[in-house]
């Protein structure tokens, strides 16, 4: 009889053994090729959350396994290496939008200004959370995939923004607030008929 394990890990949550981290750190390629198999599926999840664009994901990716090769040599180890793996894929999806001119400025106000109210009327694809995920600003997308799908605290992400915490609080309230909105608007009208009476 087959079990299934409640406590596997996935995505960074993932263990490396430290054989193979010492061996990556000495440039052995064969060890690096054993962490892209082991993170590249979380490392692309996470860069597609945020910047919503599967070859923008894919160069997030690239770009974080090449930055890895070097920089693993200089992991102490003070974080789990898959923390330290998200980290990088978060500053370099971060990198990614803002050279492409879509990180939005720091004033809550001004973030939301010119985002759609409602989605009334939008294609069957509308209930689809990337898709819903995408109308928002590049910033409180960030915000909201780093908090509520890879936990990061307020107080990390006050620290990742040069922010206080009040500052991912108010755009975190604000984007749960406006996908709800959008949620509401796409739900399809129900007409209750009037209960047939017998003749």
């Not at 604000?174 to 007409?191: N, Y």
């Amino acid at each position: 009889m087959m079990t299934t394990r409640t406590d596997d890990k996935s995505g960074f949550a993932q263990d490396i053994d430290p054989l193979t981290l010492a061996r990556a750190r000495r440039g052995d390629v064969g060890a690096h090729g054993q962490i892209y198999r082991t993170y590249s599926r979380a490392c692309y999840t996470l860069a597609l959350r945020v910047v919503g664009n599967t070859a923008a994901a894919e160069d997030i990716v690239q770009d974080v396994f090449l930055k890895m090769m070097d920089a693993i040599r200089h992991f102490r180890g003070d974080a789990p290496f898959g923390s330290w793996l998200k980290r990088m894929t978060v500053n370099a999806a971060i990198d990614q939008l803002r050279s492409q001119r879509h990180f939005d400025p720091d004033d809550p106000e001004r973030l939301f200004a010119n985002v759609a109210e409602n989605v009334a009327g939008t294609p069957d694809d509308s209930h689809d959370a990337m898709t819903l995920l995408q109308r928002l600003p590049a910033r409180a997308r960030l915000i909201l995939v780093l908090h509520e799908l890879e936990g990061y605290t307020h107080k990390e992400l006050a620290e990742l923004f040069g922010q206080t915490e009040s500052y991912s609080k108010s755009i975190l309230s604000r984007s749960l607030k406006r996908l709800q909105e959008w949620l509401d608007a796409t739900k399809p009208v129900v007409e209750l008929q009037p209960w047939p009476t017998r003749s």
